[in-house]
């Protein structure tokens, strides 16, 4: 019999496992709760109506069509039965394997708070992307409505939190959104005088690229109107505003980008985990005693020289091909003590601002401005799955480019403000496995 | 002060009125439910994975943009005041007009039984078209899940009902689906074994066109596989399946491409109407003894030539571009009463069958085959909105048609299969006068 691979999660760590695995002669189930591969980096821009949710996400089985050795299943994965060596379906359905690879991402996390989520929701699925252009587009529909001169300034206050690469990169399209797309679309308004503000508590705005490269993020945001408050903590939100500190901002329109939570892998396996949940992995990305089961991306917490690695594609990509590459010599007949430990190679750090300057952050070389934004869109458009993608997305920039105007501005789907069932986005695998069982 | 003119609906009728109206020295409101202009001609493509949502809908405010003389809002209508001439939004915020333009569109009916709507959902909005795509999807991915025969075959089984050009397009491609692009991607099912029916309680399909292009079509569909039962209504739908007279076909997809009802304008004016819910208007397109109210597109029963004026959206435009030109001779002071009546002029009837095939009826020119389906695409493409859109449109297809592949396949948001309240959709409006009341 063929040895079983199963791969829980096709995001780049599981996806990167199941390409390199390619002619291995192997069985190999991959599930995931989605019927699409995200290509995350971008998701900001579909939050912030630069491209369409289409053009930054794949079918899976499209993907990996001609792979007759992957079998693709559209289900949710509730549990792993170490002994029996199985993954358990939200079904009852038991998928066996020989090889288990769990890369099943993360979410965002509220530090605690999660009766926050329903007023700044994160930004981790397509989903969430709507959500967020939906409440940004509509929070300008509802100025444009309201006879109240005080609802109108907190429905045209904006409050990113969390500046990382994507707060940052959220705060400029909508700054942009607000100040050069809408003024000439609105008649009692004026969009201009929107206020975006990014929080952050730390000291500095992109705390992981160096102190030059943050003060010309800083100043750049500042140029396109961006309000940056670091320094102090959010200490509350809800539907009317923010509170930062003893200060209450009224702001009707709220994004989180400040902190994220493992997947539940390790109530899975009952492993030990760190505190955002990432399972705590050896050197080979295996699990302490089970050299079987390989824990992936965002879901692990892998070390490498010392140092926390990333929760970055990059690094999600170069763990799956490490695992690949090591059940490979395992299948030959390697010697599972003789591994050599996954080593990350930083590939840099990246960060647009606004519509057209960026921070690239290479070991010692670094590039901001203009030029680093188009180094940034052409890594970019390589790194997308296919052709058509790679046209569509820079034929969709370059209208940007020229147009000055947005085109991805649809609201759909109605608004369930308060509703945590649809906030939170219960896959669509619940509805496959309705009548499936 | 200057002519104030409110138009309801930014449909094909709506928007050509305004667009007709430019210079005209008046003051406009348009108003919509929606943020998008809709183009509906190629909704039942993205209903079928051939184009995304972006592709064929378009923000009303980008539009009218440099249309200093209108003012758009995002707001529901629930009444209007004949008497104070004045337009009532569902937050109570009142609109007044000197001319009102009504062309509010239809949605789909189920001659009675709109205990159907859940089971079988029709083809109007953006929403609708989603829902649609993934319940097909779903579809083949409970299919590939389930460990039943029988729930496998009614998986498989998908009844498209009424035979109109909607009905015939939506069945043709769900075929090429399933036959011709998915069998590659699934392991454990042959999607080339679904069974695509096509219902019609008539006696022929595409009714409205002559018998030979008509038995084209049939014969074009049977050819794609797809199964034509005419001559017998349907009695039944479940979520099990429909009855056909005494017969009952397990059907796990069912799509209702059968029935229009107009929107609720004749209460609104507490208009005549007829039996679909359409507003009797005279000869000017005017509600008789209110020639300040126009009611046009899918909303009016229109009759030209002794005929009803059919709801499409040649029709459509065609109002919108009388109302206007009548608007603007009554500016000038012209005599109402001497008003020469609306005249259709009969722009032909199309529909495509599949991805190869269509059949173009004008007066006694007549065309049918791959010829017709690229002049059928080709007057499509012209009729989108901006080079932007004509551009990816064109695209799109010619990948198709290279690549046999189609690449609007994501599922995304929770179905909600037995929530009437969003199945139906409410309209984004509702969250706009949620907070500006």
Same mark, same amino acid.
């Given at each position: 019999m063929k040895h079983r691979i199963v791969v829980i999660g096709a995001g780049f760590a599981g996806l990167t496992a199941v390409n390199d695995l390619k002619g291995a002669g192997c069985d190999i189930t991959l599930i995931d709760q989605r019927n699409h591969h995200l290509f995350q980096p971008l998701l900001y821009q579909v939050a912030t109506t630069l491209l369409s949710t289409s053009e930054i996400a794949w079918p899976i089985r499209a993907i990996l069509e001609k792979r007759k050795d992957v079998t693709t299943l559209l289900a949710t994965v509730v549990g792993v039965d170490r002994a029996a060596k199985e993954v358990i379906l939200r079904n009852g359905m038991r998928v066996p394997y020989d090889t288990l690879i769990i890369a099943t991402g993360a979410r965002h996390a509220y530090f605690g708070h999660d009766e926050w989520e329903a007023d700044a929701p994160g930004l981790k699925?397509?989903?969430? !992307?709507?959500?967020?252009?939906?409440?940004?587009?509509?929070?300008?529909?509802? $100025?444009?409505?309201?006879? *109240?001169?005080?609802?109108?300034? $907190?429905?045209?206050?904006? $409050?990113?939190?969390?500046?990382?690469?994507?707060?940052?990169?959220? $705060?400029?399209?909508?700054?942009?959104?607000?100040?050069? /797309?809408?003024?000439?679309?609105?008649?009692?308004?004026?969009?201009?005088?929107?206020?975006?503000?990014?929080?952050?508590?730390?000291?500095?705005?992109?705390?992981?690229?160096?102190?030059?490269? *943050?003060?010309?993020?800083?100043?750049?945001?500042?140029?396109?109107?961006?309000?940056?408050?670091?320094?102090?903590? /959010?200490?509350?939100?809800?539907?009317?505003?923010?509170?930062?500190?003893?200060?209450?901002?009224?702001?009707?329109? /709220?994004?989180? !980008?400040?902190? /994220?939570? !493992?997947?539940?892998?390790?109530?899975?396996?009952?492993?030990?985990?760190?505190r955002a949940g990432r399972v705590l992995v050896g050197p080979n990305l295996t699990m302490p005693g089970a050299p079987e089961i390989f824990v992936l991306g965002d879901t692990a917490h892998v070390e490498s020289g010392g140092k926390l690695v990333p929760g970055i594609a990059p690094a999600a990509k170069q763990q799956g091909a490490y695992a690949a590459r090591l059940i490979r010599k395992r299948l030959k007949g390697g010697d599972v003590a003789k591994e050599a430990p996954f080593k990350y190679r930083n590939m840099g750090n990246l960060a647009t601002i606004g519509r057209n300057a960026a921070v690239i952050e290479y070991g010692r070389f670094r590039l901001k401005g203009w030029l680093a934004w188009w180094v940034w869109g052409i890594a970019h458009i390589y790194f997308l799955i296919g052709t058509r993608s790679r046209l569509f997305v820079a034929l969709s920039w370059l209208w940007i480019f020229l147009s000055r105007k947005n085109s991805a501005r649809l609201i759909t789907q109605k608004e369930t403000l308060k509703d945590p069932d649809a906030i939170r986005q219960k896959s669509v695998a619940d509805d496959v496995e309705k009548l499936s069982t």
């Open positions: 699925t397509l989903e969430d !992307a709507t959500t967020i252009r939906r409440r940004v587009l509509l929070a300008f529909e509802r $100025a444009e409505l309201t006879p *109240s001169k005080h609802e109108r300034e $907190a429905l045209l206050t904006f $409050a990113v939190i969390g500046a990382g690469p994507t707060g940052v990169e959220l $705060a400029g399209i909508i700054a942009e959104l607000a100040h050069r /797309v809408l003024p000439d679309e609105f008649r009692h308004i004026d969009t201009r005088r929107a206020r975006i503000l990014l929080i952050e508590a730390g000291p500095t705005i992109l705390p992981a690229f160096s102190k030059d490269l *943050s003060d010309y993020a800083l100043s750049a945001l500042s140029r396109s109107g961006v309000e940056v408050r670091t320094g102090k903590p /959010v200490t509350e939100i809800t539907t009317d505003g923010i509170k930062l500190g003893d200060e209450f901002i009224p702001a009707r329109t /709220v994004i989180w !980008a400040a902190g /994220v939570q !493992a997947s539940r892998a390790k109530d899975w396996l009952d492993a030990e985990a760190d």
